[in-house]
């Protein structure tokens, strides 16, 4: 069984900073991308930014400038330090892995909330 789990969510003001934690466990071998996405009250869940394996990144729009997404393979875990964050920000973030664990799946946490004040 593989979990992910998110941390490092929380209240904040305008401009200011968290770091989100994604810890992969369990029976996983091998990870290729990690993402993170949001989902905010009434709207979509959106690709907030991704990492390959190797280190190659992107990013929406916008959060370009402002979050920076990186991950520790040794510990099957990812990271998004969001600076310069605003109430349109806030959402919940989930984090996502494509992985094998005897085939090749995705899978998701259960998400962390961030809440932007102004």
């Known amino acids: 069984q593989v979990q992910l789990v998110e941390s490092g969510g929380g209240l904040v003001q305008a401009g200011g900073s968290l770091n989100l934690s994604c810890a992969a466990s369990?029976?996983?071998?091998?990870?290729?991308?990690m993402k993170w996405y949001r989902q905010a009250p009434g709207k979509e869940r959106e690709l907030v930014a991704a990492?390959?394996?190797?280190?190659?990144?992107n990013y929406a729009d916008s959060v370009k400038g402002r979050f920076t997404i990186s991950r520790d393979n040794a510990k099957n875990t990812m990271y998004l330090q969001m600076n310069s964050l605003k109430p349109e920000d806030t959402a919940l973030y989930y984090c996502?892995?494509?992985?094998?664990?005897?085939?090749?799946?995705?899978?998701w946490g259960r998400g962390t909330q961030v809440t932007v004040s102004s």
């Open positions: 996502n892995a494509y992985g094998y664990s005897g085939t090749w799946n995705d899978y």
């Open positions: 990492i390959t394996r190797g280190g190659s990144t």
């Open positions: 369990g029976s996983i071998l091998s990870i290729r991308a």
